[in-house]
């Protein structure tokens, strides 16, 4: 079923409030309510949010969509029994089927398995969109006529290459540009370093004694391809919880302990930032590398281009907070911030990647060969 189709079902059935987490089985999806200014999708920074936030476009007179990939259903739970089922709040969920029956990676082959039980569990109906056309649509219509008539939530699971993407509309997302209290000049986007250097950047300036936690995604994938360290831990899955790896290994060994953070990982866990500034662990440095989109899944947006991430580690009380664009201050700012004392926070505006089909990790090194190293370097 092409993507466009899909969405003209469901604008058909009344469909103009979307909201999720991005995965990058729907792409096309994502893309195509993008262009259509007659509908809204609202960028949540995890699936609970995206959640309440559908919920109340609900109770606002709109009919709701909300997008995610399976293994965010969890951040989801909570207002889905507290909240939709008491309620009777309806809303349609297409969950990408990440594990599901398939070969995939190992941090989604939990969740793939237990997916169809803890719908059930809570009282969701699911069903597995077919790859044929006309049976697609007669599932849509189907789901949709069951959530409307008996105000429930109904689960659409989209397995790989369910949807076609639609590559004559494909696109990166446009990303917003904002002034930067005035620092920056109007194309300062284009004069970004790339991701890619950044993260060259920061591992030219630690040693193989300094930890390094990254977070999920292409950024791991990048740093991997970049320098490989048994220093490094790599995260496969659990956005957003890079910095709470970070803070618990900071506060457990004497050894320097930087997080490479992205801006859509914190932005759907930004509490841990107050956590960090409270227990004020000194050698903790929290890089946030910030491109504005959540670029392993098609460079859809994020909200940080309104966010000003170091203000917020100065107000939750971090030691010390900088900002930088270029790999000369970031090299410098890295540096200076392992010789300090912490927790120092460090926000990079960056540009997209030079390595855009890094490999996966998996391949080479497997999640429990990967904790074992890990630990056997902290406890050297």
């Known amino acids: 079923m092409k993507s466009i189709d899909l969405y003209k079902l ?23 309510i993008s262009r259509d200014e007659t509908s809204f999708y609202f960028v949540a920074p995890n699936e609970g949010l995206a959640v309440s936030f559908a919920a109340g476009a609900y109770l606002g007179g709109k009919n709701v969509v909300v997008i995610m990939q399976n293994s965010g259903l969890g951040n989801a739970i909570n207002p889905l ?62 789901a949709h006529s069951e959530s409307i008539e008996n105000r429930k939530l109904v689960a659409l699971v989209v397995k790989k290459d369910v949807l076609e993407h639609d590559e004559n509309s494909f696109r990166h997302f446009n990303i917003p540009h904002y002034k930067w209290k005035n620092i920056f000049i109007e194309n300062e986007y284009k004069l970004r370093m790339s991701r890619t250097t950044a993260l060259c950047t920061i591992v030219g300036s630690v040693n193989q004694d300094v930890v390094v936690i990254s977070t999920t995604g292409t950024s791991s994938r990048e740093l991997f391809a970049i320098q490989d360290r048994t220093s490094h831990f790599y995260m496969q899955g659990s956005m957003g919880h890079a910095a709470g790896i970070g803070l618990g290994v900071a506060c457990s060994t004497d050894k320097k302990v930087v997080v490479i953070d992205g801006d859509g990982a914190l932005l759907m866990h930004m509490g841990v930032m107050s956590s960090i500034g409270h227990y004020r662990p000194k050698n903790l440095v929290h890089i946030v590398i910030d491109n504005e989109s959540y670029e392993s899944t098609g460079g859809q947006p994020t909200t940080s281009g309104t966010v000003d991430f170091s203000e917020v580690a100065f107000n939750c009380d971090y030691r010390n907070s900088a900002f930088c664009t270029t790999a000369s201050k970031l090299s410098e700012l890295v540096k200076t911030s392992l010789i300090n004392d912490g927790p120092n926070f460090i926000h990079v505006k960056v540009s997209s990647s030079e390595i855009p089909k890094a490999s996966r990790i998996t391949e080479k090194i497997s999640p429990h060969q990967l904790t074992e190293r890990f630990c056997d370097f902290l406890r050297r």
């Open 81 to 142: 029994s507290s909240l939709c089922i008491p309620f009777g709040i309806p809303m349609l969920f297409f969950i990408s089927g990440r594990a599901y029956g398939i070969e995939d990676e190992p941090q989604h082959k939990i969740i793939g398995k237990a997916m169809r039980k803890i719908l059930e569990s809570l009282s969701i109906s699911a069903y597995d969109l077919p790859k044929n056309d006309t049976d697609a649509y007669g599932c849509v219509k189907r």
């Open 10 to 32: 469901l604008k058909e059935k009344g469909y103009s409030f979307f909201s999720g987490v991005p995965c990058s089985y729907f792409i096309s999806l994502l893309n195509n």
